[in-house]
């Protein structure tokens, strides 16, 4: 028996004896409709939860800033983005539309990068602007942060007559749920309130994972920075393993966004019989998989599905590399994970160093497990480097791990990390 597990934009065979192995997947399939991935979006914005329609919010607007995802994200955004501009201009025929895209912390989002994620019409014609969280004269201050910290977003999102966004919603590892309040903070936020977001106290907090909204600082705050910045309205969908639309959501950027997370959560749930010796995970492929800090978040799946010590397999591509200088040289220049992590937890929020909070959980993993990353041959001495072994494919790696663990060590395979939410074993 084999198992394809995701690897960049195909996959890797992994070739083993799984009789005894426990496989972890999404039921999101189980969502699929009768209807088109078009029909679903429009569905949604026909009948919008607890909201006007939107060419009924855009009606009397000059100007109405749309918050897109950046090319990390999956979002379909050729099904979604048509429909929000064409009710926009239904709304309002002269409406001046900017097509914001939320970077987050992230690199800025390349011309065919964009290209390939909203279609080269809309990425000719629409008026696009990439966000730039380090640059605070593009940024202006609305608030301040149930924890304390300055509410700065996009002077774009901050003046425009109209704020809305589109996005997805999958697990996630620390604000629980992507998507909704996401698309401003981080999306669209200056780093001084990512960084304050993002703090070390709560990254430490047990409601700063996969699944969890209620009693989230993360999500607190960032639920206070939608509000701020008036989100009006989003579009979210739930896309299935093939990243196609399985279910959609518009209206109330909170109560929309709470329906789809309630839902996604029926679907996404898996559960252990035993924990794993050896757990194996991957980031889904690409485009969540070109680099080492968002594989991060597939990571943290095995790790909720292992046993004390076990040993944790990531497998992702890592294409475009490590993903963030500071958290290459954050794991490259410690003594330890150990050393490391005790300098994180006494770092105040006011002194949170950029990409920390990536380095914060990929060494709450490394204190606990061995970890194997495989990835493309390239990355070697950049995983090695973050003092992470490396393998050149999943067998391999599996054969390293029984090395480690013993022939009999049970195996738990969990082909898509980013899609679950792993509840402790029975």
Known sequence: ????????????????????????????????????????????????????????????????????????????????????????????????????????FHRPTGKEELAAKLGRDIAEHEKIVIHDSRDASGNVQIGVLPSGAACVIDKIAAQTDLLVAEGFIEPHFFAGFSGGRKSVLPGVCDQVTVLGNHCSEFIASPYARTGVLDGNPLHRDMLAAAKMAHLAYIVNVIIDEDKRVAAAFAGDAVTAHRRGCDLLLKYCQVQPEKRGDIVISSNGGYPLDQ?????????????????????????????????????????????????????????????????????????????????????????????????????????????????IKGADAHLVVIPNGISVMVRESA
């Open 291 to 403: 680099n080492i800090y968002q594989s991060v978040k597939g990571l943290t799946a095995a790790e909720a599905a292992a046993a004390p010590g076990a040993v944790l397999i990531m497998v992702s591509s890592c294409s475009d590399g490590h993903g963030g200088e500071s958290f290459y040289h954050a794991l490259r220049d410690c003594v330890s994970p150990q050393n490391l992590t005790e300098q994180i937890l006494a770092t105040p929020q006011d002194r949170t160093r950029p990409d920390q909070w990536e380095f914060q959980i990929l060494c709450r993993v490394l204190c606990k497990h061995p970890v194997i990353f495989v990835t493309e041959p390239a990355q070697r001495k950049t995983i090695e480097d973050m003092k992470i072994a490396w393998a050149p494919d999943v067998d391999t790696a599996l054969k390293e791990a029984r090395g």
């Open 1 to 104: 028996m084999s198992i394809m597990i995701p690897f960049g934009k195909s996959g890797m065979p992994l070739h083993a004896d799984l009789s005894d192995a426990e496989i972890l997947e999404s039921h999101v399939e189980e969502l699929k409709a009768a209807d088109t991935e078009d029909g679903l979006v429009l569905a949604a914005m026909a009948d919008p939860i607890d909201s006007p329609r939107l060419r009924e919010l855009a009606a009397g607007k000059k100007t109405c800033t749309v918050i897109i995802s950046d090319h990390t994200r999956p979002v379909p955004s050729r099904h979604i983005l048509p429909f929000m501009l064409a009710e926009l201009r239904e709304g309002s025929p002269d409406i001046d539309i900017t097509l914001l895209v939320a970077t987050g």
